[in-house]
């Protein structure tokens, strides 16, 4: 099988170089490829006001000067055109990407631009408890969950348009209770918090705070199954499209 692995947080990323060791069991040709720097929280965003970099750190690996988007796109249209990846594989991440972060998350977006280009793509998040933390963060969970995950997700049937979303909780690896696929979940965004404070100069900043999590029946989010103690896989899909609305909407235009 041939692999390859990106990230948002860096081609030097602990979380990365995690990923290379569960990887290589299950790859024949292991390829990475990602950004040069940090890029979190950048999205599906694509340089295009720029000439993007492209530096080679070792064999079959690659630092890219720019977003998560641009390292697969140079991934698969000059790296490895003749022969594209089986698997794209984003992470594992420094932080949850659960709810609404899937739109802000440069490690999602990397295999949302995988899934857009055929081929089957898997994001890997680590959520950890910030307080206290700093930049350390504890991926003992994903090492010890990952093999298990990613056993089982390399081979599953996936739709065209597709990728899989994998979180894991921020706790010890015998404390993990197991694996849930549940939905995508939604904070509730009305209670979103702007801290306002004053810098040593008397200038106003700002920091942004998020609002708590909506529970539903069941627990059937990603958002709960973390909360609860279980690794969630959770599968997203690229069509948009609101379907309820389209009749409705077209009623509105018909020909009077």
Do not use: C
Not at 73 to 102: C, K, Q, T, W, Y
Not at 157 to 163: K, Y
Not at 233 to 251: G, I, K, M, R
């Amino acid at each position: 099988m041939r692999i390859l692995l990106t990230n948002d947080d860096g081609v030097n990323a602990p979380g990365l170089e995690l990923l290379e060791q569960l990887v290589r069991p299950f790859a024949d040709d292991l390829w990475v490829v990602a950004p040069a720097e940090e890029q979190s929280g950048t999205g599906h965003s694509l340089t295009l006001t720029r000439p993007v970099r492209l530096r080679r750190v070792a064999e079959k690996k690659f630092a890219v000067a720019g977003t998560p988007t641009d390292a697969v796109l140079m991934a698969l249209f000059h790296l490895m055109p003749e022969a594209r990846p089986d698997v794209i594989i984003s992470g594992i991440n420094r932080g949850a990407n659960l709810a609404e972060d899937v739109t802000y998350s440069g490690t999602v977006s990397a295999a949302m631009e995988g899934a857009l280009a055929g081929v089957r793509s898997i994001a890997l998040s680590q959520s950890y408890a910030r307080e206290g933390m700093g930049d350390t963060v504890p991926f003992a969970a994903a090492e010890h969950w990952g093999p298990r995950v990613l056993e089982q997700l390399l081979t599953a049937e996936m739709p065209p348009g597709t990728l899989l979303n994998v979180n894991f909780p921020a706790r010890a690896p015998e404390e993990v209770k197991g694996v849930r696929v549940v939905r995508q979940g939604i904070r509730d965004y009305g209670r979103t918090r702007i801290v306002q404070r004053t810098d040593p100069r008397g200038y106003n900043y700002y920091w942004f705070g998020l609002g708590p999590s909506v529970e539903t029946p069941g627990h059937s989010t990603d958002l709960e199954a973390i909360a609860d103690g279980f690794v969630s896989v959770t599968p997203l899909h690229l069509d948009l499209t609101h379907e309820p609305s389209l009749s409705s909407l077209a009623e509105r235009f018909a020909p009077r």
